[in-house]
């Protein structure tokens, strides 16, 4: 390792549904946050490694997106993303191109400016806006907060990635690696394949559901003298009428979601998978302290 290795922790922050899972997926090379075009879709702090031999490692924080809570799931999720900006080296924040600075970005500059950390603005999904606006939404942003780097950038189709990891490297300290090359995620696995059928659940049902649900692996182990993994998983909604819907006609629904995950899980762990879902209901779970923890989202982890 050279004296020149630099590693650090780097926080991704921003609205709800601005890109930053495609953005750290983009950058780790390979998919471990779950993405939507719904909001809310990640709600714990997921920490994956990115590391360069030559120049350093990153570690990245993909927080849930900071907004206005409406119940204790929501102020868990805010919590999460609010207390990373002071422990890290440098904050990443995602914005929109736009000259319009709403309340949601207000209330971000005003977190920023309780800390000292090096922020880099990344004005994400310029692929969607005419070249010659981008000057004009950067020069929007310039004015409200002393940032180390403005960068126009595009998750999706991978554009001005590079640039975004060489200034992250500039304002990360020097020191050794935290994590061994070829790690990229501290998920276990039996999380990323709950947060992976979530997704699913999520691309496939409408839009009123989705926030209302949550995946919980029941079981998972190799069937013995096979490569065949058995997954048994529940899928919990808030209400009755939900169940139906996530079910769907004749179960068409839940088939579509196990369809589709159980091909994903089998690209991630390299195996041929059995996967079996369930749908319980449980009444307004995300207001409940022992639910939210049952479920994986534990405040006393924050």
Excluded at 5 to 17: D, E, H, Y
Excluded at 240 to 269: C, F, P, Q, W
Aim: charged share 30%.
């Amino acid at each position: 390792m050279s004296e020149n290795f630099k590693s650090g922790f780097v926080t991704i922050i921003g609205r709800p549904n601005v890109g930053k899972s495609t953005l750290m997926n983009h950058l780790i090379g390979q998919k471990i946050a779950i993405t939507s075009n719904k909001p809310q879709t990640t709600r714990n702090r997921i920490q994956t490694v990115y590391t360069d031999k030559e120049r350093g490692q990153i570690v990245f924080l993909d927080t849930p997106g900071i907004h206005q809570a409406k119940n204790k799931l929501g102020e868990y999720m805010v919590n999460a993303a609010e207390r990373t900006l002071g422990e890290v080296d440098v904050i990443l924040w995602l914005v929109e191109p736009s000259n319009f600075i709403g309340a949601g970005e207000q209330h971000i500059i005003k977190q920023l400016k309780k800390v000292s950390t090096p922020v880099i603005l990344v004005i994400n999904k310029v692929d969607t806006v005419k070249r010659e606006r981008i000057l004009e939404f950067i020069d929007t942003y310039r004015k409200v907060y002393d940032f180390a780097e403005i960068i126009p950038a595009s998750a999706l189709r991978g554009q001005n990635m590079d640039t975004v990891l060489d200034m992250i490297f500039k304002y990360l300290p020097y020191g050794p690696q935290f994590y061994d090359e070829d790690v990229v995620t501290d998920q276990p696995e039996r999380a990323i394949v709950a947060e992976i059928i979530r997704e699913k659940a999520l691309h496939a049902l409408d839009d009123e559901i989705p926030h209302g649900i949550a995946v919980y692996i029941d079981r998972m182990r190799e069937r013995r003298g096979t490569r065949i993994i058995d997954i048994d998983a529940t899928i919990v909604c808030e209400r009755d009428s939900h169940k139906g819907i996530v079910i769907g006609k004749g179960g068409a629904m839940l088939k579509k979601i196990g369809t589709n995950a159980r091909y994903e899980i089998e690209r991630l762990i390299d195996t041929q998978v059995n996967l079996k879902l369930w749908v319980k209901v449980k009444k307004d779970w995300r207001d409940s302290d022992s639910l939210i923890k049952n479920f994986g989202y534990n405040k006393d982890e924050l």
